[in-house]
């Protein structure tokens, strides 16, 4: 992979310093629960298909009392889409060559009162140059005021102004998180936005705010629920709910197909699956 | 639904046939486990996209000590498949129109040392009338006796000549039942086959005696090994091993493509997932 530009650069230093800090957060609550558990952190590389180097990663999962299964993947990519998938990517249809960085992160929680969480911030080149992600909010078990602090959370990185949109972007997460063949939402929303042009440093600014209020409303969450007891029905109910979650990801996940497409690397990829699920 | 022409009403009987011997052998099975598990039928409708009638099936379940679940679907279903799935079709590229009649099986097994099981076959008419179908093996621990019982099987259900044709099919299986994005089979494979057209009556007995030929050798396998001795560590191997299954059946599947598409009944469709899977 060539060198990073100043913009490329950026985005990735930023990306992986919000890794830091959620993974130092997810970390200090499992302190707090009494659990050693911390992340272990896996490099990897890709190669693009012509087998030049293509960039790479870096995996963090942590299995631990409180987070059953996180995972949090730094990756930072470039080389070709291929001429057929080209043509579905903005701005690639006559060039597929593309940079993608970006940070993705998925939890799945021990107890099923506690929600599990989608976070995800890339910045995209092609052509043309954008900035995406979005964080959505799952609950096997869902409460009302779980959902509205994290709404709350979200609209609040929005209130900065442009690029910030949140009737726009929680209706485009309304739409995205949908699981077509069940005719129902995979959670209870949150954002999503993708395909943000304009001035670099405003739209990376909002995107970290989106990462530091996710964390901030979702480590709240967390706190207050990790220790409500639970039985077997609500793990039944958080299993079941674990594999619709899968569906979606499988079937219609952009980030895993592409992903998938672009030979990233596969555990990264499929981190966010969750670690038991079941289908009645 | 219009009413089924001759072809179209032996293939569905002879499909159900099939269906009845399949779970009256299974559940003896599970009779001379011990166990008194039986299947329940749940019959469904299908409605076409415009809102008229669109056929429908019949949905088989068992939950049992032998098999944890086996799920077993007849569905005859006619209707439009849409312009744009119509094109990825053979013969629908310029009329949409359909019919299909098929049982489609997947068995998932207590015991991780009994391979897990898909079977499949179906009649299809668009513009053209054609046969398809396959089984496979998916043992989350292979042994290589019952990969070679369960080839020889199916070699001899291809040995009646044309339309059977065993070395084809079995790479048709082999190219089929991969999982690109890990680079490997789902199993140990079968066979497969699509799109055979010819004299109608030679196709429908090939296909009944594949159907016959995974009946007995399945059976056989099961039996011998249904009491074999596990741990924790076989139980791991097998639900990790689900979880590639899932990932088959939800990213690449033709079938389960083709039902959510179509509008199927989503329970009779996804019965192929896995009871219970883990993701590392």
């Known amino acids: 992979m060539t060198e990073l530009d100043p913009e490329q650069a950026a985005a990735r230093a930023a990306f992986e310093a919000l890794r830091d800090r959620i993974c130092a957060e997810f970390e200090s609550i499992e302190s707090e629960t009494g659990s050693d ?6 490099p990897w590389d890709r190669l693009d298909p012509d087998g030049s180097p293509g960039g790479g990663g870096v995996r963090g999962l942590m299995t631990g009392a409180v987070f059953e299964k996180v995972g949090v993947n730094v990756s930072t990519v ?3 889409l291929g001429e057929e998938f080209g043509r579905t990517i903005h701005g690639a249809a006559d060039d597929p060559r593309f940079f993608a960085t970006g940070i993705s992160l998925v939890a799945h929680m021990m107890n ?3 929600p599990a969480v989608h976070m995800n911030l890339r910045f995209l080149n092609t052509t043309k140059r954008w900035h995406g992600g979005g964080a959505d909010l799952n609950p096997p078990i869902p409460y009302a005021e779980d959902t509205e602090a994290f709404h709350a959370a979200m609209r609040g990185a929005c209130a ?3 690029p910030g949109d949140y009737d726009r ?3 485009w997460a309304d739409d995205y998180f949908f699981i077509p063949h069940r005719g129902v939402h995979r959670g209870v929303g949150g954002i999503f936005f993708d395909h943000l042009e304009g001035d670099f440093d405003s739209h990376l600014a909002f995107q970290i705010a ?3 209020a996710f964390l901030s409303s979702f480590a709240a969450i967390v706190r207050h629920r990790r ?5 077997d029905a609500d793990v039944r109910r958080q299993l079941e709910w674990r594999g619709r979650y899968a569906e979606f990801n499988l079937v219609y996940d952009r980030g895993t197909l ?3 497409k672009t030979g990233g690397n596969v555990d990264a990829i499929l981190m966010s699956l969750p670690p038991r699920a079941t289908w009645a």
Chains 1, 2 share one sequence.
């Open 78 to 80: 470039a080389g070709s």
């Open 258 to 260: 592409f992903g998938l």
């Open 112 to 114: 099923p009162h506690v």
């Open 210 to 212: 989106v990462g530091d």
């Open 37 to 42: 558990a911390r992340f272990t952190f896996l």
């Open 227 to 231: 220790l409500a007891p639970y039985d």
């Open 169 to 171: 972007f929680k209706a």
């Open 160 to 162: 900065g102004g442009p």
